[in-house]
């Protein structure tokens, strides 16, 4: 499936193709490329745009008769040519009418002078029509494209000309923030953005960042994810940390930042809340790039589409934003072996999208996947070559809650050192990192609630309440352990393969 751009619509069109689907999730965008591309077909002049409530339009006048879609279909191919149409909601029509389908497959056949362009949200069109439909795909645009747009409106936009003289890198960054957006979100906020008051030409760029966060959010699929972590957050994990220290070494931090040289992506997995979405974030936080959250259950909800359509759309979007950190959390809830069975095809079609996009991508998309449950992954997703390392977060040793106690004590603003951590350390109880997290707020609360400092016998009674995983998810724990042990490098501790 091909990207929809001017060019490829006019080879398509001048291949003599005249019947053309496009799938979009923004109709503006694409009917701006539509009339971008007919005002460059001599004698077309502007397209015939067709909607299930107007019926034909053309300059905003409807035309009489047109509204249901036979007699639109109709009224396309008796019009003497050349000429474009754009039938926005013939989609949700042909679905549940033969009629429609063979009138589309008349077209196609008998006229020639012609070109009908249908739009729809889905890839999924009638069986019968395949041989006869070009079906193209509305991508977000590439740098290029975006470049080319901005210059274009430099031209329509003084106000934008005088900001990029004053500062002769502002069109760069520009193009920078806006990846990710259609070029009609481009125009239009930059149009909206307020010249006058604006202290400073970032603004300009911040507010794009802003919008597209937006959108994103939007779209229900992916978010953006607001993160400040550091390594310094991170207990444990010595295996992790020399991880990212050696790649910044081989590959410098500055190419990885840019793109220039990115990692492929590992798989993180392990038991709740040892930390393995804080490492995802210390990765995009300390790489200087953009973070950004996949939910695979919601794949699967059909409030956004199918569920490989889906997937697409959100690497399409990954892609045109690189460089960026993919998050994939859960990724088990999304692609496992029990998952076949219990969806059947769509699992399946999701699962080869995604090893297709995983050994075959070119943009500078790093992918940090999280499970809980690895063994429910299928063998293609584990085997080497999808991911750089795949590493597994076990509950935390004596040295490694040391490290945490000391990390959320201090968050907390309270001297470490009036603490004996030692007795908390050695205690039996075997917690993850979010439960130790949760001792020290326990701890502060009785504190504040008394009103008076905390001290150390507040975090013995925490603890001392404390059920941890360790003893109520005792089974599933030892399973998780005994599945990793030389399949996955620890994510502390030595090496044992």
């Known amino acids: 499936m091909e990207n929809l751009n001017v060019l490829d619509l006019l080879r398509i069109i001048r291949s003599e ?42 300059k905003g ?74 079906i193209l795909y509305q991508g977000l645009p590439r740098i290029s494209e975006i470049r080319k747009h901005l210059t274009a409106l430099k031209d329509r936009m003084p106000l934008l000309a005088q900001a990029c003289a004053a500062d002769p890198e502002l069109e760069e960054r520009l193009a920078v923030a806006a990846q990710g957006l259609y070029l009609t979100d481009i125009e239009r906020s930059i149009r909206t953005f307020d010249f006058a008051h604006s202290s400073s030409q970032n603004d300009m760029v911040q507010m794009l960042f802003e919008i597209k966060q937006q959108i994103i959010r939007k779209s229900g699929i992916m978010e953006f994810i607001d993160n400040d972590a550091d390594k310094s957050q991170l207990g444990g994990m010595e295996n992790l940390k020399l991880w990212l220290e050696r790649r910044e070494k081989v590959f410098g931090l500055g190419n990885i930042s840019s793109g220039a040289m990115m990692p492929k992506g590992v798989l993180v997995m392990g038991i709740s809340g040892c930390g393995k979405s804080l490492f995802v974030k210390v990765i995009a936080a300390h790489w200087r790039l953009p973070l950004i959250r996949l939910d695979m259950a919601i794949l699967y909800g059909g409030s956004f589409g199918s569920p490989e359509s889906s997937l697409r759309k959100a690497f399409r979007t990954a892609e045109a934003i690189a460089p960026c950190v993919l998050w994939i959390d859960e990724i088990e809830s999304g692609i496992s072996s029990q998952g076949f069975k219990a969806e059947g095809g769509s699992a399946s079609r999701v699962l080869g999208s995604f090893l297709t996009w995983m050994q075959e991508k070119k943009a500078p998309v790093f992918v940090a996947a999280t499970a809980n449950a690895i063994e429910m992954l ?117 090496y044992h393969r």
């Open 17 to 58: 193709n005249n019947l053309i689907y496009v799938v979009t999730d923004n109709e503006r965008s694409t009917e701006a490329v539509i009339v971008e591309a007919a005002a460059e077909v001599e004698g077309v002049g502007n397209p015939f745009v067709w909607t299930c409530t107007e019926g034909v339009m053309r």
């Open 61 to 134: 006048d409807s035309l009489k008769d047109t509204v249901e879609p036979l007699a639109a279909i109709d009224f396309a191919a008796s019009q003497p040519g050349p000429a474009i149409f754009l039938f926005k909601d013939l989609s949700a029509f042909w679905g549940d009418s033969p009629f429609i389908i063979r009138k589309l497959k008349e077209f196609s056949l008998r006229v020639r002078s012609n070109v009908l362009i249908i739009t729809g949200a889905e890839e999924a069109v009638p069986e019968h029509l395949r041989e006869d439909l070009v």
């Open 378 to 494: 299928p063998a293609e997703v584990l085997r080497k070559g999808r991911f750089d390392e795949i590493f597994y977060v076990g509950l935390p040793d004596e040295k490694a809650r040391e490290e945490i106690y000391r990390i959320h004590i201090k968050k907390q603003n309270i001297d470490v050192s009036s603490i004996d951590l030692s007795l908390m350390v050695s205690s039996p109880k075997r917690l993850s990192g979010a439960e130790i997290e949760q001792v020290v707020k326990s701890a502060v609360f009785e504190a504040l609630a008394e009103n008076r400092p905390v001290v150390e016998q507040d975090f013995l009674v925490a603890l001392s309440r404390t059920v941890p995983l360790a003893v109520t998810m005792a089974e599933q724990i030892k399973t998780i352990e005994a599945w990793a042990y030389q399949r996955a490098v620890p994510a502390s501790g030595k």
